[in-house]
């Protein structure tokens, strides 16, 4: 235990020349003139800085959430809940009225009204949009039209129940600047409806004051993020006060914080970390035997208990509690390995097989706990070659058909577990990506789904495509994403939901 404790001051140790960078920064750089401001210490700002459609994931997102509203938000529980439309009804799940909030307006004085939702429509179905996150992530947007200022209506191009949920992350722009600007200068200067207005969009530094003009006006003056990639840096930058609040540290890392009277936070975030099966190259895996034996051989709870301090939840399926359609009564895998080895050779695999599997990793954590999965994967007779990659090379790979691997990390993202399957079961809705996994067998089921006229309707569709995968795996699914935020004692105010950051809520004691 001696030794552990030298190991890790002596990591902190390493980061303290990063941390006094940080300080440094943030006194050459002196910030806004206000008196409460949040400095924020996060892995990554992003390279597309203020604009608009790009970026949906934390911690890239965060800086945007706090410039921009959207058109819905999701609750934890999975239901919707107003944004800047207060409103919404459909007859088809095909054209959708929603009734918009008023009195709300754009950072630079213009009025928030129905034309901002045309307009951004008209932009998203443009060439340059076609690839972005948000364009693509509401393909299914054809055309919009204002039916008074406060009053829009949207036209799908295919029947969706749960666009009230889809359109969560649907940010709105002030269309004349996004349309009159230049695009570099637009995204260091971004103009949204949200609590906080941009003065300086640095390579690694982003500093904002309050619109206090928002309806979401913020109890806070001003907010910086500090991007500080290594954890061990971040940990260091709030003991030492270079931030305030960090994002993304290690369960390790609470008796550093609690020592300086802060607190490390676990925040469930909307993911399902699990491990896919490339079954369009013909391995091994294409058997959805050899895939329920992995998934048997593969010990979460003592993962969990090991490496992740016995916070996160091992599920059974691509959803988690309050996306749409999870089922609590589908239950995780158990750990089984005399099971995995009797499928092995019911598959053919008497004497086990050969897998490589294509990992990236935030950090050490990720790391250990795929390590520990091949050692459990290695006991049922199954030796992996783990190939770790830069996680943006690694979804490259995937989704554009350069993977030979025949496992692959990926996360499920969102409250709707059925948007991912344009990656899966071969119903790519993109024409340049790629599927990494078909099922015939779901494709039924997923139409039915899918073209459900209320949410209502389609929820026990929904849970029987997951009761399938429970039986037929598309991966070797894991759990909950977590991750871990560090406050000292001045922060209040911190409530996430479903990983949006409401930086209006957000408080600093002087």
């Known amino acids: 235990m001696k030794f552990r404790v030298q190991l890790k001051l002596s990591r902190l140790t390493r980061a303290a020349l990063f941390s006094s960078c940080v300080s440094l920064m943030l006194v050459a750089q002196p910030g806004l003139s206000a008196d409460k401001i949040l400095t924020v210490g ?187 990639p290594d954890q061990t840096a971040r940990l260091q930058a709030i003991l ?8 993304g540290l290690g369960p390790d890392d609470a008796a550093y914080l609690e020592s300086e009277g802060g607190q490390l936070i676990l925040r469930n975030m909307p993911t399902v970390q699990f491990l896919a099966f490339m079954t369009v190259n013909g391995s091994a895996v294409v058997d959805p035997r050899v895939r329920l034996a992995l998934n048997h051989a593969v010990n979460r709870d003592a993962i969990i208990q090991t490496l992740l301090q016995g916070v996160a939840k091992p599920l059974s399926q691509l959803a988690y ?102 990656h899966r079961v071969c119903l790519g809705i993109l024409p340049d990506r790629f599927p990494y996994h078909c099922d015939d067998e779901l494709l039924p089921l997923l139409e039915q789904a899918r073209t459900q006229v209320t949410a209502a309707a389609a929820l026990p569709f929904y849970r029987a495509v997951l009761a399938h995968e429970r039986a037929s795996p598309p991966g070797i699914i894991l759990w909950q994403g977590v991750d871990f935020d560090g406050l000292t004692a001045k922060v209040s105010g911190y409530a996430p939901v479903q990983d949006v950051m409401n930086f209006e809520d957000f408080d600093i004691a002087p």
């Open 240 to 247: 030492s006060d270079a931030v305030d609040f960090v994002v």
């Open 321 to 422: 509690p309050g996306a749409f359609g999870y089922d609590p009564d589908l239950l995780p895998y158990e750990y089984d390995p005399e099971r995995a080895r009797a499928l092995l050779a019911e598959a053919g695999y008497p004497d086990g097989l050969n897998l490589i599997a294509s990992v990236a990793s935030r950090g050490a954590n990720d790391l250990l706990y795929f390590q520990q999965i091949a050692l459990d994967l290695a006991k049922v007779g199954v030796k992996v070659e783990m190939q770790g990659k830069p996680a943006f090379r690694n979804m490259q790979d995937l989704f554009f058909g350069k993977a030979d691997s025949d496992l692959h990390s990926l996360l499920v993202r969102g409250p709707d577990p059925i948007a991912a399957y344009r």
């Open 42 to 228: 996060t892995a990554f700002i992003g390279p597309n800085r203020g604009h608009a459609y790009q970026a949906i994931t934390m911690p890239s997102v965060m800086p945007l959430t706090a410039i921009y509203d959207t058109i819905t938000v999701v609750e934890e529980d999975g239901s919707v809940g107003p944004g800047l439309a207060l409103s919404w009804e459909s007859d088809d799940a095909v054209i959708w009225r929603m009734t918009l909030r008023q009195g709300v307006t754009f950072s630079n004085g213009v009025p928030f009204t129905s034309d901002a939702i045309v307009r951004s429509v008209e932009h998203m179905r443009s060439t340059e949009a076609g690839m972005w996150s948000i364009s693509t992530t509401l393909y299914q947007v054809a055309k919009a039209r204002a039916i008074d200022d406060h009053t829009v209506e949207i036209e799908l191009n295919q029947r969706d129940a749960l666009f009230p949920i889809h359109a969560a992350v649907w940010r709105i722009p002030e269309p004349e600047a996004w349309e009159t600007m230049p695009r570099p200068d637009y995204q260091s200067n971004p103009v949204g409806t949200g609590p906080f207005v941009v003065e300086r969009w640095g390579e690694s530094r982003v500093d904002m004051r309050a619109f206090k003009g928002s309806w979401r006006a913020p109890k806070l003056d001003g907010l910086t993020f500090i991007e500080i």
